[in-house]
């Protein structure tokens, strides 16, 4: 597993190569330390970019170079994602329900940060946190049609469809790390609908 548990956060092991990388995926047991930035959460494909502390705008994407900037997104069943880019020591933190999945604000996150800094979607690292899982994710047929499926009940795996989406920004598949850990079936763990 690329995921270990640590005083209440599970950090993926292959991001503790970034010495200047403080980063953690909460359970229910974790109390943030320090202030935060953070986003009031609208399911969407806004970014926004970490310019001071405390609670920025309306979106679902916070990016940030800004060394000792702790920023954050809340979840429960969304799925909460940490891109790294270690040549600019630039981080961004996604909340992806479905809603922001077909919205794409992942591959949106990913060229903000070509944007910004002329980070190399190659080069990114990407960290899937834990949400849920498509073992526990039935829609109905309103919400499959979203994703191209046929309109009926289904089950949609998050995990598997933003790991699309990051390949086809161009990230390695290499350097995608999923917790792979369900909210549904944690609910001791994690927060959850």
Known sequence: MDFELIDDLYRARPLEQFQWLEHGFGT??????????????VHSDLCHYADRAGCLAEGD????DTPGRR????TADCLPILLVDPAHHAVAAIHAGWRGVVAEIVP????????????????????IGPG???????????????????????????????ERQLTGAGLSAERIYSAGLCTVCHTADFHSF
Request: with cysteine; charged share 25%.
């Open 28 to 41: 229910r047991r974790y109390v943030p330390i320090s202030e935060l930035t953070t986003l009031r959460q």
């Open 61 to 64: 994407a916070l990016l940030s």
């Open 71 to 74: 920023i954050a997104v809340k």
């Open 108 to 127: 949106k996150t990913v060229r903000a940060m070509v944007a910004r800094w002329e980070s190399r979607p190659q080069e990114l690292h990407a960290a």
């Open 132 to 162: 849920i899982g498509g073992c526990c994710f039935e829609v109905g047929p309103e919400v499959a049609v979203q994703f191209g499926l046929p309109a009926e009940r289904t089950r949609i795996d998050l995990t598997a469809e933003i």
